[in-house]
C-alpha cells in the first residue's frame, strides 16, 4: 500500500498478517527532537501504522478503518539503533476494534500503545 508518510520518515511494515503486524524504522538524525532524541511522534507513528497495518488484513472489500483514539506510554528515550513496533488486535466488534502495540529499541521496550479503530465503509 502507498504510505507517502511512513515513506518521510523510512518507516516499514516487515510484517502483516490478520490481527498482527511489525514495523521498523531506523533512527536517524532527521527524526531526532532537541533533545537529540527520537521524537516522541515517530514512536506513535510506529504504533498507529502498526495497528492500521494489523487491521487491513482482515477488512472486508469497500470497508477502511480509522483511528478513534491511541493512548501511548514512553518509558525510555531512543538515541540510535533499530526501532521495531509488535501489534496485536486484543478486540474485535463489528465497528470497534481495540489494539495493543509495544514499541522496542535493540530489544529493550521503549514504549507501549493502546489503540481504538473504527471500521465503516467508504462512502464516495
Known amino acids: 500500500m502507498y504510505h507517502p508518510y511512513a515513506d518521510l520518515i523510512g518507516l516499514k511494515v516487515e510484517e502483516q498478517k490478520t490481527n498482527y503486524s511489525k514495523c ?4 536517524n538524525e532527521k527524526l531526532l527532537n532537541p533533545h537529540h532524541v527520537i521524537h516522541g511522534a515517530v514512536i506513535y507513528s ?3 501504522t502498526g495497528m492500521g497495518a494489523a487491521l487491513y488484513p482482515s477488512l472486508e472489500e ?3 478503518c480509522a483511528t478513534v483514539e491511541i493512548k501511548i506510554n514512553y518509558f525510555r528515550a531512543v538515541r540510535a539503533g533499530t526501532i521495531s513496533c509488535i501489534t496485536k488486535v486484543v478486540h ?3 465497528r470497534v476494534v ?3 502495540s ?3 529499541n535493540e530489544g ?3 514504549a507501549k500503545a493502546n489503540g481504538t479503530y473504527m471500521v465503516f465503509r467508504k462512502s464516495h
Open 92 to 94: 474485535r466488534g463489528k
Open 108 to 110: 529493550k521496550l521503549v
Open 98 to 100: 481495540n489494539m495493543e
Open 102 to 104: 509495544e514499541i522496542f
Open 24 to 27: 521498523l524504522i531506523e533512527a
Open 62 to 64: 469497500g470497508q477502511i
Open 46 to 48: 510506529l504504533a498507529d
